[in-house]
Structure formats: C-alpha cells, structure tokens
C-alpha cells in the first residue's frame, strides 16, 4: 500500500511547485494557494482510489472537466496535472515496485476517464450553444421562435418520454431554417399569398440543411416535423414518417394553440388536445396521440403555465 500520509504536506507543495513549472498551461498563471488546494484535493481522491474507491476521483475528474473546461484548460493540460503526479510520487519516492503500477493505473484511468467526460461535455455543450446563438439570431427576426423551441423541446420530451424514442434536440431547433425566409413573410400580419406558403413550407429543409454538419440523426427530425402520415404535409409530402418527427410534430401543434392570442386562455389547453385527437390517423401517428394523452396529467403544470403566457 502505498504510504500517502507521512510526506503529505511536501508531496502537496512538490506537486502544486510542478504544476506552476508547466510552461504555456493555464496551471502555470494560478495562485500557489489556489494550486496546493487543487494538489491536496487531487492527493486525497487519488489515495482512495489506489485503496480501492475510485468514486472520489471520479467525481474529482468530472468537475474538472466542468470547471477546468470554463476556465480555458484542454484536455491534454489535465493530463500533464496527471504526469506532474506520478513524477512527483517518484521523486518523493513514496512506492515500491508494486503500488507504483497501483498507482500509475489509477492515473492512467484517470486521464482516459477525464478526456471522456470533457469531450461529452464539449460536444453537448457546444451544441446546445450553437443552437441557442441561432435561435437568438432568429429570434431577432422572429420574436415568438425562441420561447416556442424551448417549449417544442420540453413537450417533445415529454411524449418521447413515454414513447421510449429519443428526439435529441430537434425540439429546439426545429425551426431553426426559418432563417431563410424573408423577414416580410414571416412576420407579416396578413394572409399569405400562395408564393410565400411555399417559402414558409422550406423552413423543415433548411432546418436541415443548418443542423446536417453538426448533428445528422436530429437534422433528419428537424426535416420531417411537418409531414403527416396521410401525405398532406410538407415539404417532402412522405407518408411514412418516424415517430420522432411526429412527436415534434404533435408538440408543435400544442404549444401553437397553447400560445394563440386569439383563443381564451382556459380552453387553450383542452381545445389544444381535442384538435390533436382529432387529425389522429391524418396528421398524427396514433401512439403519439395516445402518449400525448398519458403525459398530459403529468405536463399540466408546465402546460399551464404556456396557456396563460
Ligand atoms: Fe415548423
Ligand atoms: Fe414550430
């Protein structure tokens, strides 16, 4: 077993003195306090997990992926904290032969541990920026769209909930193309002439055509959330359509009603429901009616809270 306890204050200040030394590294501007801090935390999760607990490096690596990650650290300046920690176990030479490998083995975990969760992290989270930057900027041309796609993504996620299929994050923007339609369309008070319908009817394909390069299994949702299974949708006219679409579909029909001025409040939410059941079969799939139905109960709150917006 490795020895942590007797060397503990000058492993801490050998370590944190190791980790100021790295050149180009964000470690290398932090306070000496701030770093013995850091090496003492790092000290005592990794002495549980060479004991046999890894849940405390765990946990350890997984807030400095959240944290180092805000603070401008790459995946590779958290390893080099990992080797400044073996080479300074060497140097105060706490280990023999066996627990060094112990040791090593727990670090080495470590690392691959870290750059998992910090690339999950990043992908997730780049993502969801992504999406909210371009729904600020159609939001600038269209001030419902936001709140709607938020709205969209939690109701979807409700009904997919249930129907146990994954939507990702079409919800949010699954009319992220309107960005392509002319300001003087999409914010026009009065009816539509039929050349700007069929404007208005390209939004799925640019939504798209947008999302493709960064997440393909949503962008094909995105495609389809105005198909129908009678094939009177748009803009492919598909009669088979994939019970995610139709989610988003079915929860952008809801929060549309829910969020129409001209319908009084109290019979927003009911009314919503009645005109889903209604074109069951023609523009929903009936399982996402029904999942609709089950859920309902349970979004009352939230839903509530849209119809009186
Ligand atoms: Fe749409
Ligand atoms: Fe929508």
């Known amino acids: 077993m490795i020895e942590f306890d007797p060397e503990r204050e000058r492993f801490i200040a050998l370590f944190a003195t190791k980790l100021k030394e790295l050149r180009n590294n964000p470690y290398a501007q932090r306070d000496i306090r701030e770093l ?29 992926a959240l944290n180092r990650g805000k603070e401008g650290f790459k995946a590779w300046h958290v390893m080099q ?14 280990s023999d032969c ?3 490998v112990k040791l090593d083995d727990v670090l080495h975990w470590a690392s691959n ?21 371009l729904t600020l900027a159609l939001e600038a041309k269209e001030k419902y769209t936001s709140s709607h796609s938020q709205s969209v993504q939690k109701i979807s996620e409700n009904i ?31 009816p539509l ?10 939004h799925p394909y640019h939504s798209f055509r947008i999302m493709s390069p960064i997440y393909p299994e949503a962008a ?10 009678d094939g009177r949708g748009y803009p492919l006219g598909e009669t088979v359509i994939p019970v995610e679409a139709n989610v988003v579909s079915a929860a952008d029909t809801l929060h549309a009603i829910c969020s129409n001025r001209s319908y009084r409040r109290h019979e927003k939410l009911d009314f919503a429901l009645e005109q889903i059941r209604e074109k069951k079969g023609t523009q929903f799939l009936p399982e996402v009616v029904t999942a609709l139905e089950k859920t309902y109960g349970d979004m009352a709150g939230f839903l509530t809270e849209l119809s009186t917006e």
Request: hydrophobic share 40%.
């Open 98 to 100: 066996e627990s060094f």
């Open 113 to 133: 541990t870290y750059v998992r969760v910090y690339e999950e992290l990043l992908t997730e989270r780049g993502l969801v920026r992504m999406v909210e930057s």
């Open 160 to 190: 997919a909930g249930v129907l146990g299929v994954n939507i990702g994050l079409a919800g949010l923007f699954h009319d992220i193309g309107k960005i392509n339609v002319p300001d003087s369309v999409l914010t026009k008070a009065g």
């Open 81 to 94: 904290g990992f080797d400044a920690f073996r080479d300074t176990a060497k140097m105060v030479r706490w």
């Open 220 to 229: 094909s949702i995105v495609l389809r959330h105005h198909e129908r299974p």
């Open 193 to 202: 002439t039929e050349e700007e319908w069929a404007l208005i009817k390209q």
């Open 36 to 64: 013995e801090r850091f090496a003492g935390r790092c000290l005592d999760a990794v002495k549980q997990a060479v004991d046999g607990d890894r849940t405390k490096l765990e946990r350890f690596v997984q807030e400095s």
